[in-house]
């Protein structure tokens, strides 16, 4: 269960965007493991490219095993430019209110690259994670390193089709508990009004 607030501020060729997340997530894990990362190493959902949630949790660890927080407080804040054509640098940052020192860091490169009249486009991207305490406080520094190619099909003027793979490569952070390479693929339908 979750709740989330955004707001979306459009001028000229800068954007920014500002979500607080709240979320209820009750468990009892009964083995002890190092601080869990999400499953794309970072805090993509946050931003308007990207369809992977952060699955972060905080711990507190007993004989037993450990219970996770059943609760999460997030602030994340993206800012971003569209001054180059067709490329679309920008910055996020998240703030993990639960847990402090919390916070993550994502620089980030996407490219739009249209075909076919604006009917077909390719949407390449890049980014560089830094962990200020969000998924360990053993390392602060670099997080995961992430790339990946996404198409999109625009089947009407409100349906579109999309799909894409992505790579993230486990840096220092993520090394630290144990989270390594991954790789998955994605699809969807978009529907806008």
């Known amino acids: 269960m ?21 979320r209820y997530q009750p468990g009892i894990v009964s083995h002890e493991h190092s601080e869990s990362a999400s499953h794309d190493h970072g805090t993509d959902e946050a931003h308007e490219h990207v369809e992977h949630e952060e699955d972060h949790h905080a711990h507190s660890h007993e004989d037993t095993g450990h219970s996770h927080r059943t609760y999460g ?5 993206v800012v971003g430019t569209k001054v180059i054509p067709h490329v679309t640098p920008s910055l996020l940052f998240v703030c993990d209110l639960n847990n402090t020192p919390g916070s993550y860091l994502q620089m980030r490169l996407d490219g739009a690259i249209p075909l076919l009249r604006r009917i077909f486009l390719l949407e390449p991207y890049l980014l560089l994670g830094l962990n200020l305490g969000y998924n360990t406080t053993a390392y602060y520094g670099w997080n995961h390193f992430q790339f990946g190619l996404k198409a999109s099909w625009q089947l009407s003027r409100l349906i579109s089709i999309h799909g894409g793979i992505s790579y993230s490569v ?8 144990d989270q390594g390479n991954e790789v ?4 969807g339908l978009s529907f806008s009004y």
Do not use: K, P
């Open 2 to 22: 979750g709740f989330h607030y955004r707001l979306h501020v459009r001028n000229g060729d800068v954007l920014s965007h500002a979500r607080y997340n709240f």
């Open 73 to 77: 407080n997030e602030l994340f804040f």
């Open 170 to 177: 486990a840096l220092t952070a993520l090394q630290q508990i």
């Open 184 to 187: 998955w693929a994605s699809v």
